[in-house]
């Protein structure tokens, strides 16, 4: 079972595709629930099955432009 952050987080979360391959989302954690995270990056509002998920942390804040 993995850790899921809290909503309102920058997060990073490993998860597999239906292919069986393993893509990233990077972003703000927008919502979880006990079968749902969506993180909203730079792909937009990406919705991931929770029984998908291989890992998933907090991570800092972006770094700002220069």
């Given at each position: 079972m993995v850790a899921i952050p809290?909503?309102?987080?920058r997060v990073v979360v490993r998860y597999r595709l239906p292919t069986g391959q393993a893509t990233d989302?990077?972003?703000?954690?927008?919502?979880?629930?006990?079968t749902t995270l969506v993180?909203?990056?730079k792909?937009?509002?990406e919705r991931i099955?929770?029984?998908s998920i291989i890992a998933a942390k907090e991570v800092p804040p972006a770094p700002t432009p220069r």
């Open positions: 809290t909503p309102g987080m989302a990077l972003g703000m954690l927008v919502s979880a629930d006990e993180v909203d990056g792909r937009g509002l099955d929770v029984s």
